[in-house]
């Protein structure tokens, strides 16, 4: 079930896109303005995205560089599912400090 609010980076501003999304999955898409774009949000909405960018940025660096989610190696889907799961699991431990890594 996709969730209704996501976030895209500038690869994904077609308005035709965006408009599809909502009306086939009711899904918003938001993603940063382009500087010389003619509707642009407002400065709190520009700097409000680039922070929750930012976070997922460093929360996907910690995936790649110190749990290593690039190099799963699964024989099937359900395996991957089953590994990628762990590793969140493993991550979610950690962040929430009830492990240490």
Known sequence: IPHPYNLGDKGFISRDLQKRLYEEYQMA?????????????????????????????TVFSVLVDQYRITEIRANSMIGFEVALDGILLAYSLVTLGLVEF
Request: a positive charge; proline letters at 7%.
């Open 29 to 57: 898409l938001w993603t940063p303005s382009r500087k010389n774009q003619k509707h642009r949000p407002s400065e709190a909405w520009e700097k409000w995205i680039q922070q929750k960018r930012k976070v997922i940025e």
